[in-house]
């Protein structure tokens, strides 16, 4: 298994237009979305082995989700049915088609139900990556199961990955900075976003920050820019990576996008230790951007994901 993923898979209820407040939405569209589950059916449209573990509900929803996965080629045997917790929802609005605001409906969701004991171990033990993200650190037990994830994989050799993905609705500024400050030096790939710079960094100074985050142990922290692209830092050097000028539709997942096109390129058929060069990863990187930018041309994640073949012709048309 190249990729597994884990975490949160919801219902994204999108706006019917962009440039209201949540509040003044006139209708909202159901569309399939959590991060974790956005960078597995991402990896696997992208050629990678990739499968998902996290709770759903035991609702109409949880089986429509694990269905979608399943349709798109995401392992869902690690997927566990939660019959005294529903599927969570997250409300959407877009001020503009570059940012968006969330309002999620999870009290509790499903997906913080996942214990330890939920796991599927051999799953995990075959993982030459693992993804998660910050999201199910917030609370317990799906912290525990996290951590204990994060720990079976690591010890079966796979690389470890870790989007901090911070929601401003869920926890504070300081309790995200103490757990993740606490995660980060168990993992070898750290991405963050440019508000996260600011609070994992306390100012705007991302080369630094990134230079400062990867002191704490990773191999490579990877900051995205949104429409400015993205930058890379690892022991031997940096770089800020072009974007991509496109007709943004719709910015929610890119980052997740961006992640699946990182993962995939750093571990499919290849040993990620060797990937990590200078010169190659501004190659990656500029793939992951390629994902991201492709993604954005559509409204909502899963829908909008790009296929290899799909990548591979828009990077051959910006050369």
């Not at 033990?125 to 912290?143: D, K, M, N, V």
């Not at 960094?201 to 630094?208: I, K, P, R, V, Y």
């Amino acid at each position: 298994m190249d990729i597994i993923c884990l975490g949160e898979v919801l219902i994204d209820m999108f706006p019917a237009e962009v440039g209201r407040p949540l509040a003044e939405v006139s209708a909202f569209r159901p569309k399939p979305g959590g991060a974790p589950a956005n960078v597995a059916v991402a990896a696997a449209r992208l050629g990678a082995e990739s499968g998902f573990i996290g709770k759903v509900g035991n609702d109409a929803f949880g089986h429509h989700l694990a269905a979608i996965l399943r349709q798109e080629g995401v392992d869902v045997s690690g997927m566990r049915y939660d019959a005294e917790a529903r599927t969570g929802l997250a409300f959407i609005a877009m001020p503009d088609v570059n940012s968006y605001d969330i309002l999620f409906y999870r009290n509790p969701g499903a997906d913080m139900r996942l214990a330890v004991d939920d796991l599927d171990r051999e799953l995990l033990q075959r993982a030459r990556a693992f993804h998660f993200g910050a999201l199910s650190l917030i609370q317990e037990p799906s912290r525990s199961a996290t951590l204990a994830a994060m720990h079976i994989a690591r010890e079966a050799g796979a690389l470890i990955s870790f989007d901090v993905n911070y929601r401003a609705d869920l926890w504070s500024k300081e309790e995200a900075y103490e757990r993740v400050m606490a995660t980060i030096p168990e993992v070898d790939l750290l991405k963050i976003n440019e508000i996260e710079v600011q609070i994992l960094g306390g100012d705007d100074d991302l080369a630094s920050t990134a230079k400062a985050l990867l002191e704490l142990g990773p191999s490579l922290v990877v900051v995205t820019l949104g429409p400015d692209g993205s930058y890379f830092q690892i022991a031997d050097g940096g770089a800020f990576i072009d974007p991509f000028r496109v007709e943004t539709v719709d910015a929610t997942g890119c980052g997740d996008a961006f992640v699946a096109g990182l993962l995939t390129r750093l571990v499919v058929g290849a040993d990620w230790r060797e990937q990590l060069t200078v010169g190659r990863l501004q190659e990656i990187l500029r793939y992951a951007n390629g994902v991201g930018a492709l993604t954005s041309l559509t409204l909502g994640v899963i829908p909008a994901l790009p296929t290899t073949a799909q990548v591979e012709a828009f990077l051959t048309q910006q050369t």
